[in-house]
């Protein structure tokens, strides 16, 4: 089967870091993506990995290890605004396979 | 430039009864990709179209169909509509089918059947 490992929930305070978790076991692999949802929006592309190492993009990084299978979305200087569900997605032949999401709520 | 752009964004409709859900992708993309969000959960794959041909299928029944116009556009429809049908339906697009490439999604479709 096929299947994504992230947390269901992560809480942190604005200005804070957090590391957001993703195992997976897919019989196709090209890469992992990470989207961003806010509530009864659409989904929005944060980053994406192909090779192992650091993808890094403003106050969002993102890792990969391929050998691991395991990858990871750190988010700095969270702000409030940073609350939302994450997901990561193996990107397979033409389609994305999601993780159940992690919802990230900030505090002040 | 619009992003994508799906149609209509809320929907309520009655068990037994058929739906067709519209996606234009934004200009220049080929490659337009259908996904169903139940409440709580991921997207889960339906669908892939690419030149107009269906180049992927996930596991949904057939009373899931969807077809590519000439301009790329595209239509999901259910028939046979089932309580558990309710979600938000995404359409994503891309520039290619490569999975390199990264996927743009629109606001989505929330279907609600009773």
């Known amino acids: 089967g096929q299947s994504l490992e992230q947390p269901s929930e992560v809480t942190a305070v604005e200005g804070a870091i957090v590391q957001i978790n993703c195992t997976y076991q897919t019989s196709g692999f090209y890469g992992l993506s990470w989207y961003q949802q806010h509530d009864g929006g659409a989904p929005t592309f944060l980053s994406y990995n192909a090779l192992d190492g650091l993808e890094e993009t403003g106050r969002f990084s993102s890792f990969l290890s391929r050998s691991d299978s395991y990858g990871y979305l750190l988010l700095q200087e969270l702000q409030m605004k940073d609350s939302a569900s994450y997901f990561c997605a193996v990107q397979d032949t033409g389609k994305l396979i999601f993780g159940q999401g992690t919802t990230l709520q900030v505090k002040p | 430039d619009a992003g994508v752009t799906q149609s209509p964004t809320h929907l309520i409709k009655t068990r037994g009864q058929h739906v067709t859900l519209r996606c234009s992708p934004i200009?220049?993309?080929?490659?337009v990709s259908w996904y169903q969000q139940v409440l709580g959960q991921g997207p889960q794959f339906i669908f892939q179209y690419y030149e107009k041909e269906e180049r992927g299928r996930g596991n949904f029944p057939d009373r899931f169909s969807a077809r590519q116009f000439p301009n790329y556009s595209s239509e999901l429809n259910v028939n046979a509509l089932l309580l558990g049908d309710s979600a938000l339906y995404l359409c994503a697009s891309r520039v290619s089918r490569l999975a390199n490439t990264e996927a743009f999604f629109g606001q989505g479709t929330r279907l609600t059947v009773v």
């Open positions: 200009s220049g993309h080929k490659s």
